[in-house]
């Protein structure tokens, strides 16, 4: 599909090249590795699928055939429109999944859309490369919260990539996988209510970008999107506490912790014991935003979860699924509720985090998240030029400066 001795690079790992499909499955692993990445509604991960197979493309390409930058970013944006346009015809995928992990199926058609733009695939070409992607798709939410998931972002960033550079070569696949034919399961293998409609040619007044309409969420803390709420809501409790009791929290004057959160299996866990259970715990962020005022990537770390006065807390934890509290990111919220040995109660709630799409993270927020990430792999002059590099993508005749910053 390419040629023997074309090769991409590894994110931050300096001389480190593999193969173009390697590059991808790699970096998308790094993309999710403490679900940390950028979240949208309906829910999935929806970069991390696309940008590393873009980059891997980019790289594959001889000097003298580099995409621009503008070439790069509408690319980048088929990746993203698709996965939002497929899951906007399904009500099930509304909401926070119960079967497939999203990024596993919408991300590795996404990743095959932006990749046969990048490639200049022909209108069959990337009809091909859209169904071959769905044949290599799928992935169980069984595997949520261990080390495998973020295997899910890698595979759909690198099998869209494989998608279409076999579709480049010719490999036919059905044009139908993506309408509702009766008795055949195409994309509705997936999601049983899907229901596609035409989307409109972009030529036409009438066509509008979904990123036009909704920004995307970018988290503050590596943790499950739906920790975002009930941290921030424990966070109101806690400085409340502190206020009445001044110093730190103690364990000693809780007697009773209930949450009211929408009902997600795979998001109630108790006494998480890894890092990965752990940012998969409505329990565990609530009580950590409960002793320390926040959630923070050394929240994660090991020390930090074998706290004695966070089991303490952990073991005092109720929770409540309101009725008019779904498990979608667009209406859901986090609602805390401490009862103290003294017979006091203590309630905080958020309705919209900051970082969700209604509420976006500043320009300076959002560039300091970056720095603090980038910056442990990267040295601080090759981080401001990297943000240099994406701020003016769109001018750059030639991408390099991006890929050369990244290397």
Known sequence: MYASDDVSFVYGRQGVKLSPTLSAFVNGVAAHSMDFDDTWHPATHPSGAVLPALLAISDMLQKNSKPSGLDFLIAFNVGIEVQGRLMRFSREAHNIPKRFHPPSVVGTLGSAAACARLLSLDLNQSSNALAIAASLAGAPMANAATQSKPLHIGNASRL???????????LEASPLVLDAVPGVAGF?????DYAPHPIPSPERDEHSFLLEEQDIAFKRFPAHLGMHWIADAAAVVHKTLVGLRGGSVSPNLVQDILLRVPLSKYINRPFPETEHQAR???????????LDGEVTVQSFHPEAIRRPELHALLSR???????DNPANFNIMYGEVEVTLVSGDVLKGRCDTFYGHWRNPLSQESLQNKFCNNAGTVLSNERVERLIEAVEGLEHLDNCKPLLTQLQ
């Open 280 to 290: 998969h715990s409505f329990q565990f962020n609530a009580c950590t935003a409960l």
């Open 160 to 170: 869209g990539l494989e998608a279409a550079l076999l579709a480049s070569r010719g």
């Open 188 to 192: 509705s293998a997936f999601y049983e």
């Open 317 to 323: 934890v109720r929770l409540e699924h309101p009725h």
